[in-house]
């Protein structure tokens, strides 16, 4: 089989430059990266965002997604080349089930107290909707305790909100149930419990690691994300 290309998804509160450590160490090894902005606005707006990027894709895919964004894998992998997923810190959905419905079955983390809302306007309605971001000030220590406080510090004033419809948006599909699937769990999160990561990964089948980690697993761990990426590449390359 052809090399695959990496797919690496961010989550909400994230950007795509999330992933810059994992992306330089992937490049070095030669292997092809794309890291497409995801809108944040609904679950089934961003998956068939996910789901153009991927069909411009000439060859096989392997999918990663953190936070967020494994809600948003879970969905557009069903793509018939994604042929593996890869859960860094991530929602592994059931379909039919929604962020909150997985959440709620566990005792909320710090993010729950920190979060701030704030109205945008939509076009086509005369209502606004709701973004949803962490306080600039509790966001070092919530999400990326681990990672430099100076880049802490940066990455606390230039969040990706996410909208706070897609918290309740049932996913359509779970693509787990057909791809081989691997995942990290933060055991040092405090903005999705890990036992949210865990439950899902287990539930799943998802072949599992736990790293000691803040949610920002990437930016912390990024030689280790980038060789789990690898084991994923190696599982479905001939």
């Known amino acids: 089989m052809t090399a695959p290309t990496v797919v690496l998804v961010h989550g909400a509160f994230a950007d795509a430059s999330s992933f810059a450590p994992v992306v330089a160490d992937l490049l070095d090894d030669g292997i092809t990266v794309l890291v497409p902005p995801v809108p944040n606005r609904s679950?089934?707006?961003?998956?068939?965002?996910?789901?153009?990027?991927?069909?411009?894709?000439?060859?096989?895919?392997?999918?990663?997604?953190?936070?967020?964004?494994?809600?948003?894998?879970?969905?557009?992998?069903?793509?018939?080349?994604?042929?593996?997923?890869?859960?860094?810190?991530?929602?592994?959905?059931?379909?039919?089930?929604?962020?909150?419905?997985?959440?709620?079955?566990?005792?909320?983390?710090?993010?729950?107290?920190?979060?701030?809302?704030?109205?945008?306007?939509?076009?086509?309605?005369?209502?606004?909707?709701?973004?949803?971001?962490?306080?600039?000030?509790?966001?070092?220590?919530?999400?990326?305790?681990?990672?430099?406080?100076?880049?802490?510090?940066v990455l606390a004033v230039s969040q990706r909100p996410l909208a706070a419809a897609a918290f309740g948006e049932p996913a359509s599909a779970a693509a787990w149930r057909t791809k081989p699937a691997w995942g990290v769990v933060a055991s040092s999160d405090h903005t999705i419990n890990p036992d949210v990561e865990r439950f899902g990964y287990q539930r799943a089948g998802i072949r599992t690691t736990e790293i000691d980690s803040s949610h920002l697993v990437m930016l912390s761990h990024p030689r280790e994300v980038a060789d789990l990426i690898r084991t994923a590449i190696a599982a479905v390359t001939d």
């Not at 060859?59 to 494994?70: D, I, K, M, N």
């Open 43 to 153: 679950l089934s707006g961003d998956a068939a965002y996910l789901s153009s990027v991927l069909a411009s894709i000439d060859g096989p895919v392997v999918l990663a997604g953190h936070s967020y964004g494994g809600a948003v894998i879970t969905v557009a992998g069903v793509a018939d080349n994604v042929k593996a997923l890869v859960y860094l810190a991530g929602y592994a959905l059931e379909e039919g089930e929604s962020l909150g419905e997985l959440q709620g079955r566990f005792p909320d983390s710090d993010l729950a107290a920190a979060l701030r809302y704030t109205p945008y306007p939509v076009d086509g309605s005369t209502e606004p909707g709701t973004d949803v971001s962490v306080d600039v000030a509790k966001f070092p220590a919530i999400f990326a305790h681990d990672v430099d406080p100076d880049l802490a510090r």
